[in-house]
């Protein structure tokens, strides 16, 4: 080997075009990345398996980096036929006109602007592409941004930019049954993602910190809300448990990344979190609907209305055991594509459920209905549930754009005073003190050190999938009443929403991704090895979407 590079270093000859514009040829590149795998920095011979160990402790080599800067030139963007850069634009360029040529040859002028079908075909491109955007922010050391932000506020900005607003026209039921599709979705991988073996481990800490927490936060919510913004009682508590759950969405990955770092997992920090994550929601969202129900209860007494919402409590449950029996049973083992069918089966009752439980006049019944038959049928499943799991997560990737996109465009700054921003805002932020405090004392004498305690605290801040997923139901159910003073405190209940996501779900992110290092103690690794490979599993975290 010394005697051929020797042969090599002392070779004259004339260099090609590619290496006059700064470029290797792709074989000298190999040659010369074998040469210098083959040795380490002491000139001993690696093997295979001690390169692979110091492969990310390598530095990069300064041709390397020199030549990989021009490498992407104009003549290489612009080959043909396109590929890359420009053959990726290309398609999804063709992807998006298609469809649109495709719904226009069958709805003609609802296709056009101004029409229905256009004002929805250009919504969800828009949020997807704003989506797009703000998953390309990534910041090291730090969970990347949600990209449910860029599709709120593409939504939002659609609806706010005068000249676009004039174009893009959805219709209200269009808009309230494609929220209500991707609310039945996100409740299905919300009882799909329910571990009954987990649920019977839980220890109390868990159990304080799914409860507490979002019972303070209710109860301080709906106060506020009754003083400050004048809603009734029943609508209070209703923007009470649409503040009170976390977001999935923010706090699972950001756990996720903190714990292939290694941080927190000694005393199970992250998986205490996302555990409770779930109790919290299935909480929040089960009081929603109880008083949801009573709030739209014809009756006019207390008693009543009571008595409704808790009816309606128990008709959801039954129902969804009724069906998850079915689903579990129903298509058996021995039959083809059985993950595909079950799927079918959970989203179609699910939706069935959700959009059923309105028309019979239990609005609050659907929601909890769908909890509990994706949970039952997914019992029955075993491990064949994470099949079914991986569908209704493509489902919910395509409907995600629809229902963040929708909720920031039903938000218009016109119709927003300046008072009610102020009060919203002022009754978010003291209910998120609540929370972080009651959090604070329920993991007391748990065993954490302070640190954790404030870093386990701060975790509760992020909201985002289950505000946008029953923010706007409230104001759906008051439309079809037909009463403006209900559609108004429907509207309220939205703009809180609104306001939530936008400011707590990118600071939240923030927050757990600056406070884990620095909070949360690192676990002992036995070698550098280990450290080296969890280092590599969080830049792999950080990279997949949340």
Same mark, same amino acid.
């Given at each position: 080997?010394?005697?051929?590079?020797?042969?090599?270093?002392?070779?004259?000859?004339?260099?090609?075009?590619?290496?006059?514009?700064?470029?290797?040829?792709?074989?000298?590149?190999?040659?010369?990345?074998?040469?210098?795998?083959?040795?380490?920095?002491?000139?001993?011979?690696?093997?295979?398996?001690?390169?692979?160990?110091?492969?990310?402790?390598?530095?990069?080599?300064?041709?390397?980096?020199?030549?990989?800067?021009?490498?992407?030139?104009?003549?290489?963007?612009?080959?043909?036929?396109?590929?890359?850069?420009?053959?990726?634009?290309?398609?999804?360029?063709?992807?998006?006109?298609?469809?649109?040529?495709?719904?226009?040859?069958?709805?003609?002028?609802?296709?056009?602007?101004?029409?229905?079908?256009?004002?929805?075909?250009?919504?969800?491109?828009?949020?997807?592409?704003?989506?797009?955007?703000?998953?390309?922010?990534?910041?090291?050391?730090?969970?990347?941004?949600?990209?449910?932000?860029?599709?709120?506020?593409?939504?939002?900005?659609?609806?706010?930019?005068?000249?676009?607003?004039?174009?893009?026209?959805?219709?209200?039921?269009?808009?309230?049954?494609?929220?209500?599709?991707?609310?039945?979705?996100?409740?299905?991988?919300?009882?799909?993602?329910?571990?009954?073996?987990?649920?019977?481990?839980?220890?109390?800490?868990?159990?304080?910190?799914?409860?507490?927490?979002?019972?303070?936060?209710?109860?301080?919510?709906?106060?506020?809300?009754?003083?400050?913004?004048?809603?009734?009682?029943?609508?209070?508590?209703?923007?009470?448990?649409?503040?009170?759950?976390?977001?999935?969405?923010?706090?699972?990955?950001?756990?996720?990344?903190?714990?292939?770092?290694?941080?927190?997992?000694?005393?199970?920090?992250?998986?205490?979190?996302?555990?409770?994550?779930?109790?919290?929601?299935?909480?929040?969202?089960?009081?929603?609907?109880?008083?949801?129900?009573?709030?739209?209860?014809? %009756? $006019?007494?207390? =008693?009543?209305?009571?008595?409704? @919402?808790? /009816?309606?409590?128990? *008709?959801?449950?039954?129902? &969804? #055991?009724?069906?998850?029996?079915?689903?579990?049973?129903?298509?058996?083992?021995?039959?083809?594509?059985?993950?595909?069918?079950?799927?079918?089966?959970?989203?179609?009752?699910?939706?069935?459920?959700?959009? %059923? $439980?309105?028309? =019979?006049?239990?609005?609050?019944? @659907?929601? /909890?209905?769908?909890? *509990?038959?994706?949970?039952? &049928? #997914?019992?029955?499943?075993?491990?064949?549930?994470?099949?079914?799991?991986?569908?209704?997560?493509?489902?919910?990737?395509?409907?995600?754009?629809?229902?963040?996109?929708?909720?920031?465009?039903?938000?218009?700054?016109?119709?927003?005073?300046?008072?009610?921003?102020?009060?919203?805002?002022?009754?978010?932020?003291?209910?998120?003190?609540?929370?972080?405090?009651?959090?604070?004392?329920?993991?007391?004498?748990?065993?954490?050190?302070?640190?954790?305690?404030?870093?386990?605290?701060?975790?509760?801040?992020?909201?985002?999938?289950?505000?946008?997923?029953?923010?706007?139901?409230?104001?759906?159910?008051?439309?079809?009443?037909?009463?403006?003073?209900?559609?108004?405190?429907?509207?309220?209940?939205?703009?809180?929403?609104?306001?939530?996501?936008?400011?707590?779900?990118?600071?939240?992110?923030?927050?757990?991704?600056?406070?884990?290092?620095?909070?949360?103690?690192?676990?002992?690794?036995?070698?550098?090895?280990?450290?080296?490979?969890?280092?590599?599993?969080?830049?792999?975290?950080?990279?997949?979407?949340?």
């Amino acid at each position: 080997m010394v005697k051929e590079n020797t042969v090599k270093d002392n070779e004259d000859f004339e260099p090609s075009v590619c290496e006059r514009n700064g470029m290797i040829p792709l074989h000298k590149q190999s040659e010369e990345g074998a040469a210098v795998d083959a040795k380490d920095t002491g000139g001993n011979i690696q093997t295979e398996e001690t390169a692979l160990l110091n492969h990310c402790a390598q530095p990069p080599l300064e041709p390397t980096i020199r030549s990989s800067i021009p490498a992407r030139t104009w003549s290489q963007i612009f080959t043909c036929p396109p590929q890359g850069l420009l053959s990726r634009i290309v398609t999804n360029v063709a992807i998006i006109v298609l469809v649109w040529a495709v719904v226009w040859s069958i709805t003609g002028a609802e296709c056009l602007p101004g029409g229905n079908m256009f004002g929805i075909l250009f919504l969800y491109f828009f949020a997807v592409i704003g989506g797009k955007i703000f998953g390309f922010i990534k910041i090291r050391t730090l969970p990347p941004l949600p990209a449910l932000l860029g599709m709120l506020l593409a939504g939002f900005l659609i609806r706010n930019i005068w000249f676009i607003s004039d174009i893009v026209q959805i219709n209200l039921q269009w808009s309230a049954a494609l929220r209500n599709i991707a609310l039945s979705i996100i409740l299905t991988r919300a009882g799909l993602g329910l571990d009954p073996k987990a649920l019977k481990k839980l220890k109390a800490v868990c159990l304080r910190l799914s409860f507490g927490p979002c019972i303070s936060e209710t109860c301080t919510a709906a106060g506020f809300a009754y003083l400050l913004m004048h809603l009734p009682w029943q609508w209070g508590f209703i923007l009470g448990f649409v503040l009170g759950a976390v977001s999935p969405a923010v706090v699972v990955p950001s756990m996720l990344i903190l714990q292939a770092g290694g941080y927190g997992v000694e005393k199970g920090v992250p998986t205490l979190l996302m555990a409770a994550g779930s109790i919290d929601d299935i909480l929040a969202i089960t009081g929603f609907n109880t008083c949801l129900g009573i709030a739209f209860s014809s %009756g $006019s007494t207390l =008693f009543y209305s009571v008595l409704h @919402g808790v /009816l309606e409590v128990a *008709v959801g449950v039954a129902a &969804g #055991g009724i069906l998850g029996m079915f689903v579990r049973y129903f298509p058996s083992h021995d039959q083809a594509s059985l993950a595909w069918k079950r799927s079918y089966f959970v989203l179609g009752l699910s939706m069935f459920a959700v959009f %059923g $439980s309105i028309y =019979f006049g239990f609005p609050g019944s @659907g929601g /909890l209905c769908t909890l *509990v038959l994706a949970f039952v &049928g #997914g019992v029955g499943w075993s491990e064949e549930k994470k099949e079914v799991e991986k569908i209704v997560a493509v489902a919910w990737n395509i409907f995600q754009p629809f229902l963040f996109g929708l909720i920031g465009a039903e938000v218009s700054v016109t119709s927003l005073r300046p008072e009610t921003v102020g009060l919203c805002v002022a009754t978010l932020g003291i209910a998120l003190v609540v929370r972080i405090i009651a959090t604070f004392l329920m993991v007391c004498f748990a065993g954490f050190n302070f640190k954790e305690k404030i870093f386990i605290s701060l975790a509760w801040i992020p909201k985002a999938t289950v505000q946008a997923a029953i923010g706007s139901l409230a104001l759906d159910t008051a439309r079809n009443r037909q009463d403006e003073q209900l559609e108004k405190y429907g509207m309220d209940v939205l703009t809180v929403a609104f306001l939530a996501i936008l400011i707590t779900a990118p600071i939240g992110a923030l927050v757990i991704g600056l406070a884990g290092p620095r909070l949360l103690q690192k676990a002992q690794t036995n070698s550098k090895e280990d450290e080296e490979g969890a280092e590599v599993g969080e830049e792999a975290e950080a990279c997949e979407p949340s």
